[in-house]
């Protein structure tokens, strides 16, 4: 009797332990019918009125902590940094092409979460000069069309072919134009719609072709809808018949969530910490996104985040928001999206990637990193292929314990494998990225190692980098590979790669806390060593000069923390996972032990 109660009291110790393995089963070679991206697929969304504050008001005063903030995700990829300049400002907001400062309050702010202002050509200078100083980055540039008699949006646009160059990726042409009536944005007309707004873009697209020069061949993006219109629906209506030979991009925003009028919020943070619920979302106009890649458009999300108007505190600001932003903007990518977009605000909003310190403080190592900015950073790890640094990866959602389809499932997990060689041979993955949505305790995902490629040679270990915190709903002290951001930007202490095992005969296993994620490389992994920055390289044209500058600069390489050592155990994550796997070791085997006891 007593051999009972203690196997009955060990099973309900370690249930979760003992449960939580998961087998995951993945194709040998790229599926057919996968999703590419590039390795600069996720960038950062700035919403102009309040840029100045996280960029500086000139070339001359470019924050250090915000340098080193871009350089850190820019050195992780070989692509140019996406950026997006817009949000619902520019809709409001006038180009001065005679005005000294960047930017300027306009009249007074009705919606806190519109600031119209204006702004003069010093902030193309300043958006050239800041991506240049970080390695090289790309831009979409919003021009305003809530407006189209007044808001100087030809000679803006005119001036920043001019200055941008090869770094104007593209400019979306309107934000979200089927909120335009519930924002008040068309006074006097009872219903805006969508040919309303065809009758608009081709109006402006038309002034800007008038101006002649290079706006003759302006890269466009639209429609950068977010809420009430049917992409599908508006392609086929005449949208991409009027316009398709100038469009670059079919331009979509969305977030899970408003919280922008004061009403309760309809999803808690368990939401976000269920995958079926990122590949529910990302399906929001599917048919629209599959019609677009078909005709040979790229799709970008061109702004999202956990909650419109500036997120939910408790949600937006959390470890689990972090997870979530990482599983979703690599969900969209397995559907079709070419790129997407995370944005962020002023000072004091939840969702924010990082913030600069109250006035008064110490602006240059005072700023404080949101737990969606590790976001960034790992999913430009996963995507980079050193091996083939300007070719693009396939994105696979394995659909691991059911969880596109069970609401109990608490994992995910993703394959990223590398383009067809030149005799379009498929290869196998070369990293898993795996999720453990769990509240506590450790899951295992249990794998077969993909054949050896040509030239490959087989290693009996992998090696894998974690994303931890201490719970789901954490905001500090969140470890991407054993470092933390300082308040300069920077990554602090020594870069902890942990080497696991394996039996290229039977299996790997891959511990993830929960909660955690874990990015293995399956390939060797070329591992980045530096992790604060050194630039990688860039095809826009950018100056490549990565030794800080621009007033508020470091005058050197940021800061060589970091030993790369592969297979160190360093710091509580390693420490972490040899506790949990010990655990799970003495409770299998205790467990064995009694069960053979048993009558």
């Known amino acids: 009797m007593i051999l009972r109660y203690a196997f009955a009291l060990i099973c309900l110790l370690f249930a979760d332990l003992i449960r939580a393995q998961i087998n995951l089963s993945y194709e040998a070679t790229t599926p057919g019918g996968a999703k590419f991206v590039m390795d600069n697929y996720l960038g950062i969304s700035l919403e102009l009125g309040v840029v100045n504050t996280l960029i500086g008001n000139s070339p001359q005063t470019i924050p250090a902590p915000i340098q080193n903030y871009l350089r850190n995700i820019r050195s992780r990829m070989a692509n140019p940094l996406r950026l997006r300049m817009g949000g619902n400002t520019m809709d409001v907001s006038f180009y001065i092409p005679t005005q000294a400062e960047m930017i300027l309050p306009n009249g007074t702010i009705v919606n806190p979460h519109e600031f119209p202002v204006t702004y003069g050509p010093i902030l193309l200078d300043t958006m050239v000069q800041l991506g240049d100083l970080v390695g090289g980055a790309q831009w979409f540039v919003g021009l305003g069309l809530s407006n189209t008699r007044d808001n100087n949006t030809v000679t803006f646009a005119a001036t920043a072919m001019q200055k941008l160059g090869n770094r104007l990726d593209a400019f979306l042409l309107g934000n979200e134009p089927d909120l335009y009536l519930d924002h008040g944005k068309r006074v006097g007309i009872q219903n805006y719609t969508v040919q309303n707004y065809i009758d608009d873009y081709a109006y402006v697209l038309g002034q800007m072709h008038g101006a002649g020069g290079s706006l003759l061949n302006a890269p466009m993006g639209g429609p950068t809808i977010c809420c009430h219109w049917d992409l599908d629906s508006l392609l086929s209506y005449g949208y991409v018949g009027a316009f398709g030979k100038f469009l670059k991009y079919i331009t979509l925003q969305h977030y899970p969530q408003n919280n922008c009028g004061g009403a309760p919020l309809q999803y808690g943070l368990n939401y976000y910490i269920a995958h079926l619920n990122a590949v529910n979302m990302a399906r929001w106009n599917l048919p629209g996104i599959t019609a677009a890649n078909t005709a040979g458009y790229s799709v970008s999300m061109s702004e999202f985040n956990s909650a419109s108007c500036g997120g939910a505190p408790g949600i937006s600001d959390t470890f689990g928001s972090a997870m979530w932003a990482i599983d979703y903007s690599l969900q969209l990518a397995s559907l079709g999206y070419g790129s997407s977009y995370i944005h962020t605000r002023e000072a004091g909003i939840s969702y924010n990637l990082f913030e600069p310190p109250p006035a008064g403080v110490d602006p240059s190592n005072s700023w404080s990193t949101g737990p969606s900015y590790h ?96 719970s789901v709903t954490a905001r500090f002290n969140i470890s991407w590979a054993g470092q933390i951001l300082s308040g300069e930007g920077k990554m602090t202490g020594n870069l902890a790669t942990t080497s696991v095992p394996c039996n290229q005969t039977e299996s790997c296993a891959i511990p993830v806390p929960g909660p955690g994620v874990a990015l293995v490389f399956l390939d060797g992994g070329d591992l980045l060593e530096d992790s604060n920055g050194t630039s990688t390289g860039g095809n826009n044209g950018g100056n490549e000069n990565t030794s800080g500058g621009g007033g508020g600069g470091t005058g050197q390489d940021p800061n060589q923390e970091g030993s790369g050592t592969v297979g160190g155990n360093n710091g509580e994550m390693d420490i972490r996972l040899s506790w949990w796997t010990a655990i799970l070791g003495i409770s299998l085997a205790l467990a064995a032990s009694l069960t053979s006891l048993l009558p």
Do not use: C
């Open 375 to 470: 976001s960034v950073l790992v999913v430009a790890e996963a995507l980079h292929n050193p091996k083939a640094p300007w070719a693009p990866v396939a994105v696979v959602d394995l659909n691991a314990d059911n969880s596109m389809l069970s609401p109990q499932s608490t994992v995910a997990a993703y394959a990223i494998y590398p383009s067809p060689d030149p005799n379009n041979a498929r290869k196998p993955p070369i990293r898993f990225l795996l999720f453990n949505y769990a509240l506590n305790g450790s899951t295992t995902f249990q794998y077969v190692p993909p054949p050896l490629s040509e030239g490959q040679t087989w290693t009996n270990s992998v090696n894998v980098k974690y994303l931890t915190a201490e």
